[in-house]
């Protein structure tokens, strides 16, 4: 079986860290950038992020593809991490810079935008797609998954302070006072992070992910075409539980996310409280992810899921019977995220679980479309999320200037606990349904080696 080295227990996810970095400056300054800095009218720059998010979920699906079609001088997987940060990083600095009229601005930074995001959902998913490569074993899975999302945890804690202030501090220093210098050297700054980030990632895996030599004899056994792609979903029960379950428990952790500020706002009455209460979840987030090995060795993948989520979901009801209480709703979300955290700490490991049940049923290794989708899952809960919180807001009649009533404010806490909590709460249902244990994967793994060996010999003589 192919096992992790110490550098690789430790170290892999490092590179997340710093794109975290860079997901950050976008989610939460993107907006920000388009009306205040190029100066652009809300309609012109709601139509840019409608664009670039549907090019972004459609480039997200199809990054699988080019991975698994991948066999490059480095292996399928690492060669990616070599290049791919670095060209996406200069489309990425890029969009944070000016040219010309506003139009052109525009036109740029959606072309820029799209060019970045295409090879990040490539190299993205190249990564995770390495992360279950360099290892057979499910509880190694889950060491190495829990440690790629305490590290994005870790990035996010860091951004979430960092990031304005580095805005800031550059506008300032170098751009006397330009908010333009400010985003551009900020873009610049956690490019350069990420791609060494990456490059850890590419020389700790090294003599893993080995280039396959295309011979006569195996070229035919080794081709993944775009029907054994979906076959590995449609003969894939486990990978279908896991989409299922990933996609509706992101929506609503997301959902919890964007309500956040207008939560405080309304019902806590504190709109400062917000920083707070992120800062809160993040750590909580953290804490659980570094606890998912643990709970593993228990309860296995599947329970430690379920327990996760089931503790997420419960702590935020609690919060809805102590709210307005902010120490106590803080306390009570973070206790959630802890729990949160140990689930979503296994999101590689179920993903490179369910590449092996491909594998072992279609006899084609199609890792990286499947690890692909862990990124089209992502983008389409933000998306999905989006519409949530635009009906939630135009259902309470939300205006910045509003007159908050009691009913307000209940509309606004069982949407932001409430309705987070039945949608995480609800992803249980389809990893109940989910028959694959761990012993399972180990004993495909074997067969699959087996099957590897038993197929040269033939090709041999």
Sequence with gaps: MIRMNNKIKNFFGVGDMFFSLMVILELAFMMVFLTDVLKLNIVLAGTIITITSLGDLITSFIAGGIVDKSNLKWGKYRSWLLFGPAIASIFFVLEFTQFGTATTSAVIFTICYLISHTLWNIFYTANRALAGAVTDDPTERAHISGRIAAWMNA?????????????????TTVGDGNQLVGYTLTA??????????????????????????????????NKVTVID????????????????????????????????????KIVLKDPAA???????????????????????????????????????????????????????????????????????????????????????????????????????????SIFIRGLIMTFVLAFIGYSADMTITDQITGNMSIAFLAIPAVLIAIGIIPILMMKMKDSDVIEMRKKIEARKIANLDAGIN
Aim: charged share 10%; aromatic share 14%.
């Design 155 to 171: 990035g996010r804690i860091i951004g979430s302070k960092l990031i304005i202030v580095m805005i800031l501090f550059f506008a």
């Design 188 to 221: 610049l700054v956690t490019s350069v992070l990420m791609c060494i980030g990456y490059f850890i990632h590419f020389k700790i895996t090294e003599g893993y992910d080995l280039p396959q030599e295309v011979t006569k004899v195996n070229s035919k056994q």
């Design 229 to 264: 792609m979906f076959k590995g979903v449609g003969k894939n029960p486990p990978l279908i539980s896991v989409l299922f379950c990933d996609f509706i428990r992101l929506s609503g952790y997301y959902l919890m996310l964007a309500l956040a500020a207008y939560y405080c």
């Design 274 to 380: 917000v920083g707070n209460m992120l800062l809160i979840i993040n750590i909580g987030c953290l804490l659980g992810s570094l606890l998912s090995k643990t709970f593993v060795t228990r309860f296995g993948t599947k329970g430690t899921t379920v327990i996760g989520m089931a503790g997420a979901s419960a702590f935020m009801f609690a919060a809805m019977f102590v709210s307005p209480n902010v120490t106590a709703v803080i306390a009570c979300l973070g206790l959630s995220q802890i729990f949160f955290g140990v689930s979503f700490g296994l999101t590689t490991s179920l993903y490179a679980n369910s590449a092996t049940f491909a594998e072992f049923a279609t006899e084609k290794n199609t890792n990286g479309f499947i690890m692909g989708l862990l990124s089209f899952s992502i983008k389409m």
